[in-house]
């Protein structure tokens, strides 16, 4: 039995070459305009988003915690004239540390200082 004419020669040649680029081209589409991704690629962005909630979270807590110290207004006003790559240095920093980390959060140093600016909402009698 002999094998049909477009697995022999040349025509297989072509066969093998057009299926390479096909795959390559469905791989690019898929990645680049799919919305396919990787393993990886989705456990960060899942850990960017709850660090995200996290903090979302976290920022009231914080700015009732920071009105509640003493000379909290001035304090207020003194972070109003840091920059603001330097804010969480500026806060307490047990405030602006998220849970399990030894370091102050500047997400959550800019949420915070964000709720510190807004005005506070009014209370119904």
């Keep these: ?4 004419s477009i697995l022999q020669g040349e025509s297989l040649k ?3 070459q057009g299926a390479v680029i096909g795959a390559l081209a469905t791989i690019v589409v898929g990645f680049y305009w799919g919305g396919w991704s990787l393993g990886s690629t989705a456990d960060k962005m899942a850990r960017e988003q709850s660090k995200l909630a996290v903090v979302a979270a976290l920022a009231p807590v914080c700015a009732d915690k920071f009105r509640a110290q003493p000379y909290a207004a001035a304090k207020t ?3 109003s004239k840091v920059y603001p790559w330097r804010l969480a240095g500026e806060f307490p920093k047990e405030l602006v540390t998220l849970p399990s980390e030894t370091d102050p959060s500047s997400a959550l140093a800019d949420a915070c200082y964000a709720l510190l600016l807004a005005p506070k909402p009014a209370t119904v009698q």
């Design 14 to 16: 072509r066969l093998l």
């Design 1 to 4: 039995m002999q094998a049909p």
């Design 77 to 79: 006003i003194a972070l």
